[in-house]
């Protein structure tokens, strides 16, 4: 099976305080949550977008979901690709990622490589903060959430704009609970709505 599978995206210019309004589809299995995120509470198990009061609004396309290490393309509105994000490399220990680094609060550390590949033709901005751990009852543990051990990892993925052509790569790590199966490195927007997803082992 082909380790890239085309996702396609829409990109919005958005102002500073103003939540980017990206979507992401893909050709894969499909299971996303609702504009801004689940429902509040560890208990939503819904993975279909909320119902709109408004029956001229389509909703969201759900978001794509992969296995590690493959890699979805995202595309602006019009088809046109801005770059390759691939998750590979997942890891679950409880051991510190050195010796002056904290045990996970939560039992196990997650880390995953990130690769950004900029195929468009402008810059293309990418974060650690924009990748989440998502339990399946919809539970999210943020980059940095836990254990100061996430950031005892060596080439941690920083805050980057990653010119046309140029790729990146650099590790996330997250405090997790080894007790979840089901968990889900996310790929989400600046509201908070998963974009990508990619299966943990």
Known sequence: MSSRIRVTGVVLAVLALAACNTTVRGTGTQSGVPTGGPPPGPTSESSQPAPSGDPDV?????????????????TDESGNPLADITVADAVQTADP???????????????ATVTVDNIGGDVF????????????????????EGSAGVFGYDNLLDVSEVDAGATITGVIAFDVDPEVAGKQIVYADLSGRVLGAWNVP
Do not use: C, K, Q
Request: charge should be negative; glycine fraction near 12%.
């Open 125 to 144: 901005t990418v974060a650690p903060f924009d990748f989440m751990v998502r339990y399946p009852g919809g539970t999210r543990v943020e980059y940095g």
């Open 58 to 74: 389509t909703p969201p396309p759900e978001a794509a979901v992969f296995e590690i290490g493959e890699t979805g393309t995202v």
């Open 97 to 111: 990622p050195d010796e002056f680094s904290d045990p996970p609060t939560n039992g196990t550390f997650l880390s």
